[in-house]
């Protein structure tokens, strides 16, 4: 059954990348929608989850590099796009999906509570 977030009709997420793209000063962003998931079901947030770290490393692409400075910044680009793309879509399967799956549980979002 898929649920309608309260944040939007259209459901999507969309990932603000702390800092500035090369172009501009806007931030780089990706849309990830999910109505089509049942986000009650692990299956539909390890489906979003793939989704949303696809996007993650999409959008920190320009931190990509062989230089280990640079390959720092992309990884803490994707866990920081990653956690607020998870705290914001705010439910508690995708929430528990996540901790489970990374390794640092002191960065995870707070546990979705709306259920």
């Keep these: ?13 969309a990932f603000v990348v ?3 793209s090369q172009a501009d000063d ?4 990706r849309t990830v929608r999910f109505a089509d998931l049942d ?9 979003l989850f793939s989704r ?4 993650a490393r999409s959008v920190c692409d320009e ?3 062989r230089e280990l400075i640079r390959q720092q910044r992309y990884i803490a680009c994707i866990d920081l796009a990653v956690a607020n793309a998870v705290a914001r879509v705010d439910e508690p399967t995708l929430t528990e ?3 489970n799956r ?5 960065s995870a979002p707070r546990v979705a509570s709306r259920h």
């Design 63 to 65: 931190h990509r590099s």
């Design 97 to 99: 999906y996540y901790a």
């Design 26 to 29: 806007t931030p780089r962003t």
């Design 102 to 106: 990374t390794s640092r549980p002191s």
């Design 52 to 55: 949303i770290r696809a996007a």
């Design 18 to 20: 702390a800092g500035p």
């Design 1 to 13: 059954m898929n649920k309608l977030i309260p944040f939007a009709s259209a459901i999507f997420v």
């Design 39 to 47: 986000l009650d079901k692990t299956e539909g947030a390890a489906t």
